[in-house]
């Protein structure tokens, strides 16, 4: 480090020299990094590589139902008034219809419905197109009866940006799309 | 330690220990607002006219909301002391970029967990892989998680600096993927659209929000404070140490053998270049 | 008050951790504090630590 050209050699090195991290410290850090750089690989592979992620409206649902066939997907909406409960395969479940702007998708959820699920207020559920009629249709007042239905297991709701508490300009159907 | 002052430590000044007391009372009326005087999110629905909303959930807005600006706030900071590093080449700016930094990646931290408290009851779920704006939180947390972590990895302090300067400019570009995720890809994303920018909220509502955001901000200026401070002292300790090591085997070697080993010569063709 | 326990959860979370890193700062910097000559404290006052 020292430049000691024309003199003797130095017997004593006192250059100051930069603090580094303990070794055991600097081998941490390496491996944390590392972690750190395969979780954002993980995180980009896990939502990239997934199209089921992707939200249909419920209009592009019933577009692509044959396209999608018996594959797994997400469909944003609006349920309407009428929710039954019901059994399906011994299990329970909520009956009801889907709509997004003016199209309408019957739906067969199984297991609890979310804490916040109502009619009028937009969901996004995840499952399959089903051959057939959903049991108890006869009860749903604006059912699609066209011969389909979403049976879904998975469903989390989607809440509008209003926070006024006379705003509600949520649409009668639509709004979720 | 050599050159160890024994006067009682500290890091603080008069200046930030008001600002800590104001943030700590500011913490506490924020509180009685969001808890006591705002009302829950209940209201009529137009169409079936049923109650709905977030109900009481509604008051994790006035936490989650302001930690998630700061946040992006303290990352914005980092990148421009990082632009400092690159540029200007001085401590200063490392000090600051590193102390916004550590910062932001606590409010990172805090966002994601808040978040996902907040969804739970509102959403119906914890988490949701394929959100985009969650995920592009995370990746900004693992981003700056990396930062933190690449601090300790070199031994080279200058190389170090300038190697996490440009890992900050490089993670920042993330701020606008999360910020406008949710306009650019409304069918990925559970969250809601902009309520501030379409101005869904008012009165009582609207000020608590404001009043969050001045809270958090003042915490997040105190934390930056202190932890700059801390950044500067870590600095001052080890120069410190240094020069007292330099004085100590000064004392301890006679001057011709000091000069013989900092190349101190009385040929001027030995001296060092500067 | 509906949701109580996310709410307790949510903000007593970020207290605990926000309040945990402010008292863990203080203390490092009382720490180093004591390690350096009052003129070289605060970064107002100090003359600077430059290594460049």
Known sequence: MTDDAGSEPPSLDLTPRPARPAAGNRRGAIALLLLLVGGIIFVLLRTLGDASLFFYDVAEAVDLRSDLGDSRFRVVG???????????????????????????????????????????????????????????????????????????????????????SDGAELEPCGAGG | MAGRDETPGTTGSRGSRLLGCVAL?????????????????????????????????????????????????????????????????????????????????VLCGLVLVTGSIWGRP??????????????????????????????????????????????????????????????????????????????????????TLMFGFLTFGLVVWWLTLQRFRVGWLERAAIDHAVGSAIAERRSETSAVELDAAIGVSDDPAGEESP | MTHLGYLVAGWGISLVVLGGYALRLVRRGRSLSAEVPEDRRRWLESPGTDRD
């Open chain 2, 25 to 105: 009372a500011s913490l506490g009326v924020l509180g009685v607002l969001a808890f006591v005087l705002t009302g829950p999110d209940v209201r009529i629905h137009p169409t079936t006219g049923e109650e709905f909303g977030q109900f009481d959930a509604v008051r994790m807005l006035y936490l989650h909301v302001p930690m998630a600006i700061l946040m992006y706030a303290s990352f914005l900071l980092c990148a421009v002391a990082s632009v400092g590093v690159l540029v200007k080449r001085t401590p200063w700016w490392d000090v600051m970029a590193h102390s916004t930094a550590e910062v932001g990646t």
């Open chain 2, 122 to 207: 509102v959403w119906n779920t914890w988490w949701e892989w394929g959100d985009v704006r969650l995920m592009t939180t995370l990746v900004l947390f693992l981003l700056f998680a990396g930062y933190l972590a690449l601090r300790g990895t070199t031994s080279d302090p200058r190389r170090q600096e300038r190697q996490a300067a440009v890992v900050a400019l490089v993670a920042v570009l993330d701020i606008p993927l999360v910020n406008r995720s949710v306009e650019w890809w409304e069918n990925r994303t559970l969250h809601q659209r902009s309520t501030l920018e379409e101005l869904k909220i008012e009165d009582l509502t609207l000020f």
């Open chain 1, 78 to 164: 609006t349920p309407q008034p009428g929710l039954l409960v019901t059994e399906l395969d011994g299990a329970s479940a909520v009956v009801f219809t889907l709509c997004a702007d003016d199209v309408l998708a019957d739906v067969v959820h199984l297991g609890d419905p979310a804490e916040l699920f109502q009619a009028g207020v937009p969901v996004v559920l995840q499952g399959a197109w089903t051959a057939g009629r959903p049991p108890d249709m006869a009860g749903l007042p604006d059912a699609a009866g066209d011969g389909w239905y979403l049976r879904t297991d998975h469903m989390v709701v989607k809440h509008d940006n209003d926070y006024r």
